[in-house]
């Protein structure tokens, strides 16, 4: 019988998934910095029998500006290889038939090219950052409030992330917000939804037990993760804390220092 | 036995508190305007025998500026009839020892110029409209998450108000937001705390089954005023929805059309 605890369970796994920010690299100026050890930990994985896939919640930059970064970083991952909440969105409009009425970072504009913008009858929020003026936060309630049925789609529901010069809230805040003035509930895309942790695993032609989250955010990465059936591993980088692991409803099947050791331990087990 | 009912219950009254916006003035540019009626239902119950107060979750300018408005749209009010939450917050704050960082409009400040604002303890948000920016809640955010034991103070939990422009996003909205990017839960000044109710009730020594709240907002003036004991009466003015009055939890002692009408019937009740 396979062995189903973590690092036991690494013999039976057909793909990993990796979180970005955080486990492959950390943001702030300019391109942001990669966390030693990561870039070799990819290649690694590349050169294994495992399938691979990476799954961010980031919304300020389209696929392929965020993917040239990685690469100038020194990463070998191309957009093909990448989910994040942009596409999943646009995906979901199409099918139901939604017009969105954006309040999203510039950067990530150009993912919604295709999508008919006139006479909304949704709103999407991303990680606006600055745009997240009291007069577009106001537009989009606008927006929300003369719909018969209401419908709000968050790209994650994080609270905050950590920059160079500080934290920074995050989208999940003003998804909060929107849904008290509105009184709903607004259907989020993106990490911790088992839809898109669903997504990646069809992509991969996966089981949920056959793959493995390797994450810094315990509740969207590992609480995701493990929420739709796949093992889920904590990093201690990027946005870790000690405190998470006496969380008191989600635990990691593990917990490693960083996305080397995390890769080294799989390939290890996987050899004997 | 005394009649309990509305208007039965206006024999046994000895008090009354007004909402201001809704209920005596639509607001919009410039001073905004009376509503018909209401300066003279004003000036009726000030000429009967029951004790008048004015309480209003506006906190866009000082009293001084604000009393100074309506008399200029021909009201007889005084300052020291109103009560509203910023001097309520600075009541709580000097006996708590607390030093805030206030997120407010421009407006009232000067309410809290009495207030030791250096190295903050506590954050306060009022109704900040266009002040509330992403940097001004981010840097309210990182005071807050800053603290050891954060703690929150929301000048009222309003979701949204008119203006003649149309909807505007009101102060509870952010409260929201900040109680789920820091996981606390903020303390409400103002309408509808049972405190706030209190301290009016206490300023003209009545029990509150002795008085009776007037408002346009079912769940802040009459949920409010009810929860605490007080009778609730409803104007078909401001603010009101025709669905208030199938509210699922919250129902009014009385409906009347407006303020002119109801303080008619209160007064004709006491006659007979």
């Known amino acids: 019988m396979a062995d189903s605890s973590w690092p036991g369970c690494a013999k039976s796994l057909k793909g990993v998934i990796l979180d970005m920010c955080g486990v492959l690299y950390d943001s702030g100026e300019g391109d942001g910095v990669a966390i030693p050890g990561s870039i070799e930990a990819v290649k690694k ?10 799954c ?5 930059a389209s696929r392929e500006k965020f993917v040239a970064k990685l690469q100038r970083l020194g990463f070998d991952i191309s957009v093909s290889e990448v989910f994040s909440p942009a596409p ?12 969105p009425h954006l309040l999203v970072y510039d950067g990530v504009l150009s993912e919604f090219d295709s999508v008919d913008k006139t006479n909304p009858n949704c709103v999407v929020i991303g990680d606006a950052a600055e745009k997240f003026s009291y007069q577009n936060l106001n537009d989009a309630f606008r927006v929300l409030i003369g719909l018969e049925k209401p419908v709000l789609f968050s790209l994650g529901q994080g609270r905050y992330y950590k920059e160079t010069d500080g934290l920074k809230l995050d989208v999940g805040v003003y998804m909060k917000a929107l849904e008290y003035a509105c009184d709903l509930e607004a259907e989020v895309i993106g990490k911790p939804s088992s839809t898109f942790f669903k997504s990646v695993l069809n992509d991969m032609g996966l089981q949920p037990h056959e793959a493995l989250m390797i994450g810094d955010d315990l509740v969207n990465d590992v609480g995701g993760a493990k929420h739709c059936g796949m093992k889920g591993v904590q990093v ?3 946005k870790y804390r000690p405190s998470d692991e006496r969380h008191p409803t989600v635990m990691a099947d593990g917990t490693v220092d960083n996305l080397s050791q995390a890769v080294d331990m799989i390939l290890n087990q996987r050899r004997h």
């Not at 994985?45 to 990476?54: E, I, T, Y």
């Not at 646009?90 to 939604?98: I, S």
Request: glycine share 6%.
């Open 88 to 99: 999943a969105a646009v995906a979901v409009l199409k099918e139901r038939g939604l017009r």
């Open 236 to 238: 201690r980088t990027g």
């Open 56 to 60: 961010t919640n980031e919304t300020q």
């Open 45 to 54: 994985l590349k050169a294994s029998d495992l399938q691979l896939r990476f």
